[in-house]
T-cell receptor
């Protein structure tokens, strides 16, 4: 079965550079979530989209922005990278916004800022 | 405010034994969904099982079952006949009407041969 695809799997950037992370949800899933997981931490919610519109926003820095495109894939853009942005970034997708729907995560993008 | 509590930071269990990972949650909303995810050392977040707040029966998926006690706001994960490959971090999570999924701090499970 198709899963959530994230690219790249690993990314190394220098401070003050920009990074773009991509997420391709499971086909027919119209809801996408982005999470940040620091070392030894639980995943923290950043932002979510439903039908290409932002549906909720968490602790996402102003330096980060995201969008969902017409084909439902999503991109997380990160500018002026800081050392503290080094983390595992997950995308998840689900079929709709209802509570009675499962949510599946991609394999994550491991971002290292040096 | 919604909250997930996992009180066991780490557990050691003998192979082939059953294991219960604890999870309690706090919410005032009658509608919510509960999830368990497994995160092995490779980092991916693997969906295990889901329970809706209105589901009458406990969810089961193969060796995984969710012991849902609504009145106690408890959603423990039970893994039967544990295997070495079950060694991982396990996260309990919840989604409410505002849609975002929040996670507990996780339990690191070690299966001993």
């Amino acid at each position: 079965a198709a899963g959530v695809i994230q690219s790249p799997r690993h990314l190394i950037k220098e401070k003050r550079e920009t990074a773009t992370l991509k997420c391709y949800p499971i086909p027919r899933h119209d809801t996408v979530y982005w999470y940040q997981q620091g070392p030894g931490q639980d995943p923290q919610f950043l932002i979510s989209f439903y039908e290409k519109m932002q549906s909720d926003k968490g602790s996402i820095p102003d330096r980060f922005s995201a969008q969902q495109f017409s084909d439902y894939h999503s991109e997380l853009n990160m500018s002026s990278l800081e050392l503290g942005d080094s983390a595992l970034y997950f995308c998840a997708s689900s079929p709709g916004q209802g509570i009675n729907t499962e949510a599946f995560f991609g394999q994550g993008t491991r971002l290292t800022v040096v | 405010a919604q909250k997930i509590t996992q009180t066991q930071p780490g557990m050691f269990v003998q192979e082939k034994e059953a294991v219960t990972l604890d999870c309690t949650y706090d919410t005032s909303d009658p509608s919510y969904g509960l999830f368990w995810y497994k995160q092995p050392s490779s980092g991916e977040m693997i969906f295990l099982i889901y329970q809706g707040s209105y589901d009458q029966q406990n969810a089961t998926e193969g060796r995984y079952s969710l012991n849902f006690q609504k009145a106690r706001k408890s959603a423990n994960l039970v893994i039967s006949a544990s295997q070495l490959g079950d060694s991982a971090m396990y996260f309990c999570a919840m989604r409410q009407r505002d849609d975002k999924i929040i996670f507990g701090k996780g339990t690191r499970l070690h299966i001993l041969p």
